[in-house]
């Protein structure tokens, strides 16, 4: 687990239906901010057209050749936003801190103008903010639904 390498690998067309099983997963909508299940037919025209969206960036992270969950980072000028999930059975075992870290490298290769990376989470979501401080981000600011974790590129550890 902590020892094992982590890859990301561009998300696909064919990995629609992947992600659609993990964006209803119900841990993921209990801590998304929109918390009814999506219908599929909305996912996929989502998911068409994030793919061919060029500032955003949709990962699978890999273990061992098997997908583990998904990363997005959506650009905007110097700023990305990231949305991440891991996969019910693979949750707990250290994979979300290792990914964040994964894809800080990922994004100062593909986008160098990206110099600082975000995330909003619930305040509630011990998890997820526990991997995003694992991962080098630090609580930049507090709102009345969300907390936000930020990692500045090109001052974080490579």
Not at 62 to 81: F, H
Not at 95 to 124: F, G, H, T
């Amino acid at each position: 687990m902590a020892d094992e390498a982590i890859t990301l690998r561009r998300a696909e067309p064919g990995d629609c239906d992947l992600y659609f099983s993990w964006v209803n997963d119900p841990a993921v909508r209990a801590s998304a901010f929109h918390p009814h299940p999506i219908a599929y037919e909305d996912h996929s025209r989502w998911f068409t057209a994030k793919l061919s969206d060029a500032d955003s960036y949709l990962y699978v992270a890999e273990c061992r050749g098997r997908p583990i969950g998904q990363i997005r980072v959506d650009c905007s000028a110097d700023l990305g936003e990231i949305d991440i999930s891991i996969d019910a059975a693979e949750r707990g075992s250290g994979y979300a801190s290792m990914v964040l870290q994964v894809v800080q490298a990922v994004i100062r290769a593909e986008n160098p103008r990206c110099a600082v990376l975000v995330a909003r989470v619930k305040p509630d979501n011990a998890s997820s903010r526990h991997a995003f401080v694992a991962a080098g981000f630090f609580e930049q600011a507090k709102q009345n639904d969300h907390v936000v974790y930020r990692c500045d590129l090109w001052t974080a550890p490579e």
